[in-house]
């Protein structure tokens, strides 16, 4: 690693000279520069200082005579590790600044990736079609129009695209000027969640439900209140309050996010109906509503209502990979404008050479083959899952077996779920805890299981460690 040093500025007091050697002298023993790392050359430190390359030389020399560094023949600097004791730590200042005040949201902490088998949310990236991909990113890499600013609704091309896509497998009515492209769906439920309430007023959700939208709201200081979504229908309508100060629900409809519910078409038609006469906000997420495997997918919500009153959320984390961070927000043509706004706050615009790519990679109709490849294989995947858990855990409830890439094993008695999940982990296998998805007094003990990343031998292998570990667990609390 080369240092950079062009935000170095001489103290001003004493001779050239002594101020860049202590300048120089405190970078080092601060630890500031790593050991190992090289110093500019003495032609960039002169340039960037504004000092002749003969004072910065001769500083040079005296620091290599000191051994801070190290002279390389043809390479110039290295700093050489110094004993520890020549680091000094900064003693404490009576202008010190005060302890930040920060806010409790309540979010917790991602310490380190969480990749392992059955690990909720990923796809299967062995077969994602890299080489493909890779040539989308090569045609656009050397585009300078990609190097700039970009509109505010994102990549044109992209969102024309998206329009011809979820026109025809979602029932969407939009044209381009209704879609943003976002930093993932995190994003997008986010700026969704600015745009329709203010901080302190009322929302609701589902529960069971998805974790981090629950901390999307927090963050935006919202007040959640949770809908029953347990059922087989997902969203329980009978549930819905007759007279709310809400100003949006958010929902997952195609596919109920964990417990798999399916919302049936006229409970869709009376959910609409509720919305309207509430004067609620509908944010419909359509996380992988892609991989329905025993019917086609029904209309969405956004679809039904004509565009009006739903906001619709998707992301292409399921459907190709999750490290890709790109997602979309179609809303009426009244507020985009403001949602946009929203994302040029939160992150500024969102990087152009992977929406050109993926503006390809759909266009070109390699999107459209990859879902049909990836419907099969998923398909496949689950039923080996379902046949497997259910003949050697038959005491166990098995949901959302009719789409997506996660099952649920719902286990008929509490256990030592943070013992359960250690063990599990000793094999790399990062099932998540079925309570982590409530949010509600009531307790449901069980896995959520991603059914799609990894080998086919090394999932059957997880599914037996995990059948093993099951089965200790609930022996260990009878």
Request: proline share 5%; hydrophobic share 45%; aromatic share 6%.
């Amino acid at each position: 690693m080369r240092l950079v040093t062009e935000g170095l500025q001489l103290s001003g007091a004493g001779s050239l000279r002594q101020q860049l050697y202590l300048l120089l002298q405190q970078q080092l023993l601060s630890g500031i520069w790593p050991a190992g790392a090289l110093l500019p050359s003495s032609r960039v430190l002169a340039a960037d200082l504004g000092l002749s390359r003969n004072t910065v030389n001769q500083v040079l020399q005296q620091l290599v005579a000191e051994g801070y560094i190290d002279g390389l023949p043809g390479r110039g600097y290295r700093v050489t590790a110094l004993p520890e004791q020549y680091f000094q730590p900064e003693t404490a200042s009576s202008n010190a600044l005060p302890e930040l005040a920060t806010q409790q949201y309540g979010l917790p902490q991602k310490t380190a990736a969480v990749n392992g088998v059955l690990q909720p949310g990923v796809s299967a990236l062995q077969l994602f079609p890299s080489a493909i991909w890779q040539r989308m990113l090569q045609r656009h890499c050397q585009r300078t129009a990609l190097s700039g600013f970009a509109d505010p609704l994102g990549y044109a091309a992209l969102r024309q695209a998206l329009v011809q896509y979820l026109r025809q497998a979602r029932q969407v009515v939009c044209d381009e000027q209704c879609i943003l492209i976002t930093a993932g769906a995190q994003q997008a439920l986010v700026i969704a969640a600015k745009l329709v309430a203010r901080a302190g007023q009322q929302v609701l959700m589902e529960t069971p439900g998805y974790p981090r939208l629950k901390q999307a709201l927090q963050l935006c200081e919202l007040q959640v209140q949770h809908l029953d979504a347990a059922g087989t229908d997902g969203l329980n309508i009978d549930t819905l309050p007759t007279d709310t100060a809400a100003k949006a629900l958010f929902l997952t409809p195609g596919h109920q996010y964990p417990l798999g519910g399916i919302m049936p078409l006229p409970q869709r038609m009376a959910l609409l109906d509720w919305a309207r006469q509430q004067g609620v906000w509908l944010v419909e997420d359509d996380y992988d509503s892609e991989f329905q495997y025993r019917n086609r997918p029904i209309a969405s919500l956004q679809g039904l209502a004509d565009g009006e009153g739903v906001l619709f959320v998707g992301s292409f984390s399921k459907t190709l990979f999750p490290a890709l961070r790109l997602g979309y927000l179609v809303a009426p043509r009244r507020v985009i404008a403001q949602a946009a706004a929203i994302l040029q706050a939160l992150h500024g615009d969102v990087p152009l050479l992977p929406q050109a790519a993926l503006a390809d990679f759909i266009s070109e109709g390699h999107f459209g083959r990859h879902l049909r490849k990836m419907r099969r294989y998923y398909q496949q995947r689950k039923l080996l899952a379902v046949q497997l858990l259910s003949q050697q855990l038959p005491q166990c409830r098995l949901h959302a077996q009719d789409a997506g890439l996660h099952l649920v094993l719902e286990l008929p008695q509490p256990v030592a779920e943070a013992a359960l999940l250690t063990a599990l982990a000793k094999h790399n296998i990062k099932a998540q805890p079925l309570s982590r998805y409530v949010f509600n007094d009531t307790a449901r003990y069980g896995l959520v299981l991603g059914i799609a990343n990894h080998s086919d031998a090394e999932f059957t292998a997880a599914l037996q460690l995990l059948i093993q570990q099951c089965r200790l667990a609930l022996s260990e609390a009878t």
